[in-house]
């Protein structure tokens, strides 16, 4: 297991780390040298899936920044130069970035799986001088469009051997950082104020917008994210989510300024390495919860019947214990303003409860927290709503998830919830110096307490502005400094914000009922035939969805009813078939009906089955894996108008 020292005493490193105000740092490499200083010896970044393996310590780490800097300047990169970085988590992308930022050079960051003409795009848009590239493969798919752009250099992440070139300057990383040790850095005098980076927002449609985030935008991450916690150096932290994105870089530079060590792993091995490296802490999406999620509901149903109905038994009673608790605590998301008579039957309630609940632990939930190594001190969940399941399924088996809110506009953080007040279904309080305000939709006239609106944020972590483009400024920022979140949410009057839709994803019935299908498609989702669910009916009669089977769950359920359907081959014939139509129907209308604040409206009438899951690879899903609603809509025109025929 991972072992780690630090040069100076813990106790006085928080004690510099607090003193690190917003009046003391002016930009984030300006953290390196300090975490230097305070956490040398300690394990900084570790890549174990890299061949071969890379340890860096916070001492190494902030060398190679350096070096990597003065590389960029020996080869002619001037403050205030953007450069494109193109790829994806690795410790080299951290050095890459940093060693940008300490020069003064404003990078414009993406994967490398992105689109090429999306590549391209940001290149061209983000003025890039240089380009900074994953490895060779990458700059082969770019190379025959950068005759036409400004860009004279390309730097390689890997150590390849270099192709010749007659128009392009190319150097591979080990080159660069050799170069940076031959000549002396001069570090940029950098202010709040100046810009830091552009990241390019993985929008649902159309291409995307380079968000202007400043020195000053990044440190509100920084410094905010304390109001939550204060992670202790070599606390491990593993991370799987794109680096590129917002919410992973911020929470880097966080972890990493309070003398964390960083443990990359991916979607193959991330289950594994919750094992072996046991971190204390990790951001991820709904969709990674998901998946542990599901994980372990496939071994709970793998279990002989008697044993199964025994878990089914205690996970039940746990729920009831968990929902009467939060309800004392005054957590219940349903009601917020139970009264003291409500709170004391539900205190009642608790105390044969408990020691269900406490048994449950010793034989079950004890077992799942050891697969996540068994010391997270809790998860952070965001890019996404949380779906209620995963919410009562991690406080049942002990694992706290803190639910967040925020966007690439925002740096991305703007809410949190707190270990001490985890309202399970909200989106936490605000971080400091932010001010959420919600307006009417069509007036913009402030609402009060707990009514629904549209979702504005003021402070430290708004954007400057979207890069060449002051009209999509001026709209999604007003005078008096609001952003418009373009998301639907209310606020309670203990300061959480609940967010409950987008406001163009609300579906409009013919009735001229507003439909929010977020919540709608959460509860659906709690389905184990549902792997993944969208909801459709703009101007329709009724709400119809496009289902995604859960193919294993429902062959497991099949061969348990005796029924003689093979699923798993050749579904489609199968997926007509009435016994399954009936199953999904009865699916569907339970977990619609048992969501809280059901209406008539919420029913789901027509659905149809599609075998291609939403996702990266075929453009139905963003890179935080929100569905792409215009995408799907176009892709299954045909289907959603015969669904309504």
Excluded at 143 to 156: E, N, Q, R, W, Y
Excluded at 322 to 329: G, K, M
Excluded at 355 to 375: C, E, N, P, S
Excluded at 509 to 535: F, H, T, V
Aim: hydrophobic share 40%; proline share 5%; aromatic share 6%.
């Amino acid at each position: 297991m991972l072992k780690s020292s630090s040069v100076n005493s813990t106790n006085h490193a928080q004690a510099n780390l607090k003193h690190l105000d917003r009046a003391t740092i002016q930009s984030i490499p300006e953290i390196w040298a300090i975490a230097r200083t305070q956490f040398g010896d300690t394990i900084a970044l570790r890549d174990p899936h890299a061949q071969p393996e890379v340890v860096l310590t916070y001492a190494q780490l902030s060398e190679k920044i350096q070096q990597f800097g003065a590389g960029l300047q020996a080869l002619g990169i001037k403050t205030g130069d953007r450069v494109s970085l193109f790829a994806d988590n690795q410790p080299r992308w951290l050095i890459a970035d940093q060693g940008m930022m300490i020069i003064g050079v404003v990078n414009a960051v993406r994967g490398a799986q992105a689109d090429k003409e999306e590549l391209l795009y940001i290149l061209s848009h983000s003025d890039s001088v240089a380009l900074i590239v994953q490895d060779l493969a990458l700059l082969r798919k770019l190379s025959k469009d950068l005759d036409s752009l400004p860009v004279k250099l390309a730097i390689l992440l890997s150590d390849e051997q270099l192709p010749q070139t007659n128009n392009v300057k190319i150097l591979n990383f080990s080159q660069v950082i050799e170069l940076g040790t031959q000549h002396s850095l001069q570090p940029a005098q950098l202010q709040k104020k100046d810009l830091a980076t552009l990241m390019y927002t993985s929008g649902t449609s159309g291409m995307p917008k380079g968000v202007m985030l400043s020195h000053g935008n990044l440190l509100s991450q920084v410094f905010g994210a304390r109001a939550v916690v204060e992670p202790q150096p070599g606390e491990r932290v593993l991370s799987i989510l794109p680096v590129w994105h917002c919410y992973e870089r911020s929470f880097e530079y966080f972890t990493l300024a309070h003398g964390c060590t960083q443990i990359y792993t991916n979607i193959r091995t991330v289950k594994k390495d919750l094992k072996d490296f046991q971190p204390y802490y990790m951001v991820g999406v709904p969709r990674l919860w998901e998946s542990i999620y599901e994980g372990v509901q496939k071994q709970f149903r793998e279990q002989p019947a008697k044993k199964r109905k025994l878990i089914n038994f205690l996970l039940a009673q746990s729920q009831r214990y968990i929902l009467a608790r939060r309800i004392v605590q005054g957590l219940d998301l349903n009601n917020l303003h139970h009264s003291t008579l409500e709170k004391i039957w539900a205190g009642l309630q608790t105390i044969p409860l408990t020691l269900i609940h406490q048994v449950a632990d010793k034989l079950v939930y004890q077992q799942v927290r050891a697969a996540t190594g068994g010391q997270v001190k809790f998860l952070v969940s965001g890019g996404g709503s949380i779906a209620e399941h995963l919410e009562d399924f991690y406080e049942i088996v002990g694992i706290t998830i803190l639910g967040g809110y925020g966007l690439t506009e925002t740096s991305p953080i703007t809410h949190v919830r707190r270990t001490w007040r985890n309202l399970r279904g909200a989106d936490g309080q605000p971080l400091p110096n932010t001010e959420t305000q919600i307006v009417d939709l069509e007036t913009k006239a402030p609402l009060p307490p707990e009514t629904q609106g549209l979702v504005m944020i003021r402070g430290d972590q708004v954007m400057q502005g979207y890069y060449k483009n002051p009209e999509a400024t001026a709209k999604a920022i007003s005078p008096q400094g609001w952003f418009d979140t373009g998301d639907l949410g209310w606020v309670s009057k203990q300061n959480d914000l609940i967010i409950t839709g987008r406001a163009k994803d609300t579906i409009v019935l013919s009735n001229g009922e507003n439909i929010e299908p977020q919540p709608i498609e959460d509860a659906c989702l709690r389905s184990p035939y549902i792997a993944q669910i969208m909801l459709v009916g703009q101007d329709e009669r009724l709400l119809g969805a496009l289902i995604v089977p859960n193919l294993e769950a429902l062959q497991a359920w099949a061969d348990n009813q005796n029924l003689q359907l093979d699923l798993l081959p050749s579904p489609e014939t199968a997926l007509n078939s009435k016994v399954i139509q009936d199953l999904y129907r009865q699916e569907l209308t339970r977990e619609v009906q048992n969501r809280p604040g059901y209406r008539a409206d919420d029913r789901i009438g027509p659905f149809k089955f599609i075998l291609e899951p939403f996702s990266l690879e075929n453009g139905m899903m963003t890179q935080t894996l929100k569905i792409k609603r215009s995408v799907v809509m176009e892709r299954y025109h045909d289907i959603i108008n015969g669904m309504f025929a």
